[in-house]
Nanobody, 120 residues
Framework: QVQLVESGGGLVQAGGSLRLSCQVS????????IGWYRQAPGQQREFVAH???????NYADSVKGRFTISRDDSRNMGYLQMNSLNPDDTGVYYC??????????????WGQGTQVTVSS
């Protein structure tokens, strides 16, 4: 059973930085893709960033140039470095993993979320 535990959220002033972490267990991490979504109050959950098992990355336009997603395969960890934060980045950040398991569909697993609050 795949399990994810996020950490690193908190309160930061605009212009500041935070690094979110996602500890993954119960999967073959080397073939697992990792990503982050976020959800602001009253809003739908939106895509933030994704990194494949081959370390290929993509980002939402709203965070390009400010956020960096990475992974440490030796520690089964995913990270989201967030710089130049602004109040629009406030929300609950959710880590997810996509675990291929052919011939069955890819398994998506979600973490419990971590709160990020950016004050102006």
């Amino acid at each position: 059973q795949v399990q994810l535990v996020e950490s690193g959220g908190g309160l930061v002033q605009a212009g500041g930085s935070l690094r979110l972490s996602c500890q993954v267990s119960g999967s073959t991490f080397s073939v697992t893709h990792i990503g982050w979504y976020r959800q602001a109050p009253g809003q739908q959950r939106e895509f933030v960033a994704h990194i494949t098992h081959a370390h290929s990355t993509n980002y939402a336009d709203s965070v390009k140039g400010r956020f960096t997603i990475s992974r440490d395969d030796s520690r089964n960890m995913g990270y989201l470095q967030m710089n130049s934060l602004n109040p629009d980045d406030t929300g609950v950040y959710y880590c997810y993993t996509d675990t291929p398991r052919p011939p069955r569909p890819t398994l998506r697993t979600w973490g419990q979320g971590t709160q990020v609050t950016v004050s102006s």
